[in-house]
């Protein structure tokens, strides 16, 4: 497809289950963003990758996030032992700079997962 | 560090009257400044972006923003409302050495027919 895409729509796991979110970013883009949204609030940064490199892993709220894009293309938030407070919008972003350059590139989003933890 | 602030929570306009949705940054640098707009169970659409070079710029669907370096503001225009209009908008700066985005928190424009 030409835009982001983003798999499941929406996720409902009980408290303490492991989750797998994945995005598929349009194609040939280097960059890749995984941004939370916690309902009624704007986005907030959680990893970066360029390529398969996770070079910012700084919003990660805890050790139970983890990302990962092994081939440089495909990304996946896995959340594991889920908490109530992982409960919201998880959206994946990417654009088209090129390796080590910052650049003025927009990042496209797409249409994000609903994550519920009952 | 750098942040964005909305201050208005909620906007109500005509359709066919003005639109401005206001919008205030905060960079320790030069601001890269971006508008989205979020339709209901859809991700953030991209609107307009101010790099560099003239103050007004202009974006999809009529829209437009005015960057403030004094005032450090970038509010959102449109001259024309449109019920179609409706969402919740989202400004969002990142310094020109930064890559990641920081978000306001959105307000919800509402026009009516």
């Known amino acids: 497809g030409a835009g982001v895409s983003q798999s499941p729509r929406y996720k409902v796991a009980k408290r303490g289950q492991d989750v797998a979110l994945r995005c598929d970013p349009i194609?040939?883009?280097?960059?890749l963003f995984w941004y939370q949204q916690a309902l009624g609030q704007g986005p907030e940064f959680l990893t970066y990758?360029?390529?398969?490199?996770?070079?910012?892993k700084s919003g990660l709220p805890s050790d139970r996030f983890f990302a990962e894009r092994p081939e440089g293309s495909v990304s996946t938030l896995k959340i594991q032992r889920t908490q109530q407070e992982d409960s919201a919008v998880y959206l994946c972003?990417?654009?088209?700079?090129?390796?080590?350059?910052?650049?003025?590139?927009?990042?496209?989003f797409g249409p994000g997962t609903r994550l519920t933890v009952l | 560090a750098q942040s964005v602030a909305q201050p208005e929570d909620q906007v109500n306009v005509a359709e066919g009257n003005p639109l401005t949705v206001k919008c205030t940054y905060s960079v320790s640098g030069n601001p890269y400044l971006f508008w989205y707009v979020q339709y209901p169970n859809r991700g953030l659409q991209f609107l307009l972006k101010?790099?560099?070079?003239?103050?007004l710029v202009k974006g999809s669907y009529g829209f437009e923003a005015e960057f403030n370096k004094s005032q450090t503001s970038f509010h959102l225009k449109k001259p024309s409302a449109l019920v179609s209009d409706s969402a919740l908008y989202f400004c969002a700066v990142r310094d020109i050495n930064d890559y990641k985005l920081s978000f306001g928190a959105g307000t919800t424009v509402t026009v009516r027919a």
């Open positions: 101010y790099i560099t070079g003239d103050n």
């Open positions: 194609s040939g883009h280097v960059s």
């Open positions: 972003a990417s654009s088209s700079s090129l390796a080590g350059g910052i650049g003025t590139d927009t990042q496209y």
């Open positions: 990758f360029q390529n398969e490199a996770q070079l910012d």
